[in-house]
C-alpha cells in the first residue's frame, strides 16, 4: 500500500503557504501572495495558483494567521469563514490545527475557535519541542517575529493568542518585507544630523534588505510600495522618499547606511523582546536558537549576539535537499504537516 500523502497548509493574511510529504518526507514546499486584505477572491487565487504547483494529497491539514485580517470583524469570523474556504477548495480528509486541542475536523470548527486563530506558531514550536526539549524558537518572515521558548520537550510560552503573545513578548511585529520603515523609529541620522521620517508607505523593509543584498532572492512576492520594480536602485529610491529625498541626493555608501541603520533597529526591536523572554529562565543558557522564516539571516546574527548555537528550522525534518531552504521559509505549514503525519499515521 502507498505510503499517504500529506499537505500541510498555512493561510495567513499576506501569503498562502504549503508543504507535502511523502513517505515521511516532505518533497515539496512553496508560498504564494495572498493579499486577504484585498477580499476572499485572493485566497480563491491562491489555493488555485498553490494547487497547480503542489497537487492534491490524501490528507490536508489547516492552520491559519489569516482571521487576522481586517476584511473580518472577529476573529471567530475569519476562522469560520477560512475554514469553510478550505473545506470548500481541498480534497478530504481536512483536519484543522488547534494548538493545545490538537487536530479537530471541520464540524467542531466553531467551538474550537480561539485555539484554531493564529495557532500556526505553535505547530512550529512543537514540531521544535519534539527534537530539540531544550530551545528558543525563532521564527521570523516577511512581517513578524515569533519567540518561542521551549523546555523539557514542550512549548513554554506565556501567551497563546496574538493579544497575550505580544503582551509577553513573544510575538513582535518585525518581518524583513513587508514592515513599515516609520513604525517604532521616529527619527534616523543622515548627512551628520537627525531627520525625522515620513509617516508614510513609502518604502518597506524588503528595500532595505535587498539595498543590503540579504534579502532571499524571490522570496518577497508582494507589490513594492510605489508599484515599481524590486531593484536595488528602485528600492534606495524608495528609501530617499522616507527622508523626502530623491535618490540622486546621496551616492549608493549613504543609501547603504540609511538602511544599515533600519536593519539594526529593527535588530534591536527583536533583542529587547527576546531579552524579556529569556529573562523567565525557563530555558537554560546552553539551549540554541532554532531559526525559521525567511529572516533567519537576521537571526543568526542575533543568536551569535547572544552566545547561543544556531540552528536552521529544516534541521527538524527530513527533506529533499532541493526543498530544505523552502522548509524553513514555510515553517508553520512544515510543520503541520509533520505534526499530522506523526498523528494519522
Known sequence: MPAQSIIGWDIGGAHLKAARIEGGRIIAALQVALPLWQGLHEAER??????????????NAVTMTGELCDIFATHTEGVSAL????????????????????????????????DIASANW???????????????????????????????GRVAALGYSDAERLAHGE???????????????????????????????????GDVYRILGELPEGFDVMPTADNRDKSVESSRARLARMIGRD?????????RGLARFFADAQARQIEENLH?????GVIPDHAPIVAAGVGRFVLKKIAARFDRAFIPFESCF????????????????????????????
Open 122 to 152: 505553535h505547530a512550529s514550536a512543537a514540531a521544535v519541542a519534539a527534537i530539540h526539549p531544550h530551545a528558543l524558537l525563532a521564527d521570523m518572515g516577511s512581517t513578524t517575529t515569533d519567540l518561542i521558548p521551549i523546555t523539557g
Open 171 to 205: 510575538l513582535v511585529y518585525a518581518g524583513v518585507v513587508r514592515s513599515y520603515l516609520f513604525a517604532g523609529i521616529p527619527r534616523v541620522p543622515f548627512a551628520g544630523r537627525w531627520v525625522n521620517l515620513m509617516n508614510e508607505w513609502f518604502a518597506s523593509a
Open 318 to 345: 527530513d527533506s529533499t535537499p532541493e526543498c530544505a531552504s523552502a522548509v524553513s521559509d514555510c515553517a508553520p505549514a512544515a510543520a503541520v504537516a509533520k505534526l499530522a503525519a506523526n498523528h494519522f499515521a
Open 276 to 280: 524579556l523572554v529569556l529573562s523567565r
Open 83 to 114: 475554514a469553510a474556504l478550505a473545506q470548500r477548495r481541498l480534497s478530504s480528509p481536512i483536519h484543522f490545527y488547534a494548538g493545545r486541542a490538537g487536530f479537530v475536523a471541520y464540524d467542531r470548527v466553531p467551538e474550537h475557535s480561539a
Open 46 to 59: 491562491a489555493f488555485d495558483e498553490a494547487d497547480a504547483k503542489i497537487g492534491r494529497a490524501d490528507i
Open 247 to 255: 535618490i540622486g541626493d546621496a551616492d549608493e555608501a549613504t543609501w
